[in-house]
């Protein structure tokens, strides 16, 4: 345990560089609270998005960098701001026009158009929380709503009412000149209506923690800023969470990062001192618009996890957070690949390499071993020249390939089969291009057919890579590059595939040259 300790104190990996500056906080006395305290917000106005996962992903394999480097116990909280008003309508929900009339009521307040829960608020809450518990995080959930009205937040609530005027210097300057003039930190939640206004306040009385303000339709209401009479406007609401929990930790998109000093100031001005925080990059859709949860583009988590495995979604998360990454189905081939080359590599790898391997952060000390002796690149071309329908179509030809492999010894290989027939289905066949093979390329087809009746050796990617290698140097393809990419145009529709050896060695020699026979007589651009 202290030689782990010690790597991972110099640890470039960046989940073990934030957990040191989570641990620095405690360099002169723990944390009086008696853990440290990683958050994640949510704002739950539409659907849950992949980003979402991501965050707290992320700050999960940070929490347990810090587990590593510290013996202070540690807690994550999710924390869902499910009283904010419902601004728009979402898009992408049935019965929309049903939620028109409870504009700007608290999502809590709105009613469910999925006709399940007792709110939109609540189902979108369950939705993340049944997507978090799908990856075993270990969390503790918070709705904004019972926070506000059970009156854990009270104190610091009284405590912005005394210090408003501190609070609002800090607001007004980040602030256009008209927007000043009627902004106030405070949004009272009308008595009646239940709507989350946006009204300048008349008054703020630090002695009895009352706002006074006008409603609408011109009405004077008296209120208490306590027991979830009013809400905190969404910056002031950020440091006084802060405040009110005692966050060592959060971490937010680039969206945030302008406003981020502002949330820090209003903790410091409530009496607590500001967490680390971490700003990452946002995920794009295909187009490289931001995904947007009321928008409902890009990938969904449940649609990533249609055809490829919880892994390589979080493999994908970990990778460079603070680059914009475009979330497309197109990115799933390669981060499953990706994900078991670092499974494998990481049975060989010395402690420091290992805590840099991005499958330690996604598994801790239990990484398991891949069994994936075909790539799913190789599998999305097997679906395609084997015309697979299930995965029970690609395992003939994986047992020719390897006799001992089953779903039995190879689970990870069976599902990503199964994967693999769908993900060839639903995004590469209906893409295939075939195209015609030209004088050159048709020559040296020929004789790479020609050569592979001929084989008798071993039944092996190497060997056979070798004859193919050497049929397009002595035709003159130069760069060789050009040689394979003729061969994926003409026999399997693309522009890029797989080792071309191991894939003959997968398919079959037999097969093979009648592929390539189908593809020089044009039957597969037919």
Known sequence: MTDLRDAAMTSKAWPFEEARRVLKRFEKAPPEKGYALFETGYGPSGLPHIGTFGEVLRTTMIRRAFEVISDIPTKMICFSDDLDGMRKVPGNVPNSESLKPHLQRPLTAVPDPFGTHESFGHHNNAMLRRFLDTFGFEYDFISATEFYQSGQFDEVLKRAVERYDDIMKVMLKSLREERQQTYSIFLPIHPETGRVLYVPMKSVNAADHTITFDDEDGREWTLPVTGGNVKLQWKPDFGARWAALGVDFEMFGKDHSTNAPIYSRICEILGTKAPETYTYELFLDEGGQKISKTSGNGISIDEWLTYASTESLSYFMYGKPKTAKRMHFDVIPKAVDEYH??????????????????????????????????????????????????????????????????????????????????????????????????????????????????????????????????????????????????????????????????????????????????????????
């Open 341 to 526: 080359q670092q499974l494998r590599a990481y049975a060989d790898q010395d402690t420091a390499k290992r805590l840099a391997n991005p499958v330690y952060h996604i598994h801790g000390h239990n990484v398991p071993t891949s069994t994936m002796i075909v790539s799913f690149a190789m599998l999305l071309n097997l679906a395609s020249v084997a015309s697979a329908e299930d995965k029970e179509g690609l395992w003939g030809f994986i047992r020719r390939y390897a006799p001992d492999a089953s779903a039995e010894t190879h689970p990870d290989l069976d599902q990503a089969a199964g994967f693999a027939v769908r993900y060839y289905n639903d995004f590469v066949k209906p893409t295939r291009v075939f195209r015609l093979a030209d004088d050159k390329e048709r020559a040296a087809m020929e004789d790479l057919a020609a050569r592979l009746k001929a084989y008798d050796g071993p039944i092996e990617d190497e060997a056979i890579q070798t004859i193919v290698f050497a049929v397009g140097k002595d035709h003159g393809f130069e760069p060789l590059r050009d040689w394979f990419k003729a061969l994926y145009e003409v026999c399997l529709g693309a522009s890029q595939g797989p080792r071309f050896g191991g894939f003959i060695a997968l398919y079959g020699i037999d097969e093979t040259v009648k592929l390539i026979e189908d593809g020089l007589a044009g039957k597969l651009a037919g």
